[in-house]
């Protein structure tokens, strides 16, 4: 329908599947499995990025800076709140790394023990990626690329919701469609 959703009949009734956040979430399940156990790769700036901060986000980013070069970022004090970003994961440009960085640094559940940084920013930059490289809505596919996304989709692990939490499938049962055409 109009090149961003594909309508099936189900089992219950009419299925609307949104091709972009289905591709979305076929993406993102795969870079999640890709990304699990492998070292993530990081790209170093040109100009590295200065960031000018709080005291306390300062502070919590000095917490976070030996987690985060884990996670692929180089991070270097300058001053007491300001701080350079060298380098990111390969996958964000300086802009999208600066923004991570700074929403980790006030994040408050971040402080809590038990919040796992490298899944969180696993996360985030598998949506991300995943997000940019999907299919675009108002993009015909064929039939043949219409049943090899479906397929896939029902084929993964949470086929009903994108990675930001959006509704990929929606469903009318047969009384939805009898009640709205006045047969009920």
């Known amino acids: ?33 890709a990304t699990a156990s ?25 917490e976070l800076q030996e987690q985060l070069e884990a996670c692929g970022f180089s991070l270097s004090e300058l001053s007491a709140d300001n701080w350079a970003l060298r380098s ?5 440009n300086p802009d999208e790394a600066q923004g991570v960085v700074l929403a980790l640094s006030t994040d408050a559940q971040i402080g809590e023990s038990g ?43 949470q086929p009903y919701t994108c990675p930001h939490g959006r509704p990929v499938v929606l469903e009318m049962t047969d009384a939805d469609l009898e009640r709205r055409f006045g047969r009920r």
Not at 6 to 12: D, R, S, Y
């Open 1 to 33: 329908y109009r090149g961003s959703l594909i309508l099936l009949e189900g089992p219950e009734g009419l299925l609307l599947i949104d091709q972009h956040a289905a591709h979305e979430r076929i993406l993102y399940e795969r870079l999640r499995r």
């Open 38 to 62: 492998e070292q993530i790769p990081s790209q170093e700036f040109i100009t590295p990025v200065v960031m000018e901060l709080g005291a306390s986000e300062s502070m919590m980013l000095a």
């Open 88 to 92: 990111a994961p390969a996958t964000l």
């Open 115 to 157: 919040v796992d940084i490298r899944e969180r920013l696993l996360h985030a930059l598998s949506a991300s990626l995943s997000c940019r490289s999907a299919i675009k809505i108002h993009h015909p596919l064929t039939a043949a690329e219409m049943e090899a996304l479906v397929e896939e989709l029902f084929a993964a692990e």
